[in-house]
């Protein structure tokens, strides 16, 4: 999937990243609901392709994944919180920082994609 966050830097034609999750079963991936949504990936390897910075995750194998919503609700029609609405494994931890990080992507999410 195509990423976009305030890091990248459109003059140098970095104006997007790659993640790539590999998985055993396509239930073990993330779906992606609307543009905007919040994606965390944890133990990612980071490559260069084709001059594109590209994150490779394994989920079957200690990488995992979680899905924060940037809008109001959830695709599901929940009250938006910082708590992830769809994640890989059995829980997602998150603390304070996290918390901070998602409140920033979410600002910045507003205004990239209003």
């Known amino acids: 999937m195509k990423v976009v966050d305030p890091s990248l830097n459109p003059k ?5 990243a790659q993640v790539v999750l590999y998985a055993k079963s396509f239930d073990d991936l993330p779906i992606v609901h609307r543009i905007g949504d919040i994606i965390r990936v944890n133990r990612s390897n980071l490559r260069m392709y084709n001059g594109v910075r590209q994150f490779n995750a394994n989920v079957y194998f200690k990488s995992s994944w979680a899905l924060f919503s940037a809008d109001k609700q959830t695709p599901i029609g929940v009250n938006a919180t910082n708590a992830p609405f769809a994640f890989s494994g059995k829980k ?17 999410v507003a205004t990239f994609f209003a």
């Not at 140098?12 to 997007?16: A, C, D, E, G, V």
């Open 92 to 108: 997602c931890s998150q603390d304070k920082k996290d918390d901070e990080i998602v409140n920033s992507m979410k600002k910045w």
């Open 12 to 16: 140098l034609k970095q104006n997007h």
